[in-house]
């Protein structure tokens, strides 16, 4: 009896400190792991969607990718998708406004609640079109007026002044995410199987001291 109880409390301990490695995983989140247009990249040209592989399982109804110009403007389409197809429920695109996308520097913006761990998440990256940036608008160069006939009241010449246009701040969004709830009833149940081995352990050294 004392060994058994020796043994059990022994293989406790053990399970509660290989359950430790496992905690990590409990905080991962839905998050992008590779997209196309690619995550900080450029490209030559304008897609016509942004394809983006998650980390993990997504919820269909509560995940959604978009997609703002450096204006704030949002080109996309509004049918952000989870494929339903793919097995691993882990690819969502959203379509592009091709009315509306030129060089420049575009935002994603995305959501995800994830169907491992029912965990919610946001964040967003960025991509950039050709050169990453937009024609600006060229001032029309005015001539100054000659001078006519009368010597003594030559027009000095006028220069219109031009004014650059501004660019409007790009809205940013840092990445949020919840509590890892599921990480936290990890560490108690870690707890509980350390305390429990303990327990045995203890009773096996008692039973052995009392003989």
Same mark, same amino acid.
């Given at each position: 009896m004392q060994r058994i109880s020796i043994f059990l409390g022994a293989a406790l301990v053990l399970l509660a400190l290989a359950s430790l490695a496992y905690v990590p995983v409990a905080l991962a989140h839905a998050e992008?792991?590779?997209?196309?247009p690619p995550i900080d990249g450029t490209v030559a040209k304008a897609p016509d969607k942004v394809v983006c592989t998650m980390t993990q399982a997504l919820d269909a109804e509560q995940s959604k990718l978009k997609v703002f110009d450096a204006a704030g403007v949002q080109v996309d389409k509004g049918d952000s998708a989870v494929d339903l197809n793919n097995p691993d429920r882990n690819v969502i695109s959203v379509s592009l406004d091709m009315t509306k996308m030129q060089d +420049?520097?575009?935002t994603v913006k995305w959501e995800t609640?994830?169907?491992?761990d029912n965990e919610e998440a946001s964040g967003e990256f960025k991509f950039t079109v050709g050169s990453g940036s937009t024609a600006q608008p060229t001032a029309a160069a005015t001539t100054a007026a000659e001078p006519t006939t009368a010597p003594?009241?030559?027009a000095e010449p006028t220069v219109a002044p031009t004014t650059a246009p501004t660019p409007e701040p790009t809205p940013s969004t840092s990445a949020t995410t919840l509590p890892a709830t599921g990480a936290?009833?990890?560490?108690? +149940?870690v707890v509980l199987l350390a305390l429990l081995g303990l327990l045995f352990l203890g009773f096996g050294v008692m039973t052995r001291a009392g003989r």
């Open positions: 992008p792991k590779e997209c196309t +420049g520097v575009y609640f994830s169907t491992d003594t009241t030559a936290a009833m990890s560490n108690i +149940g």
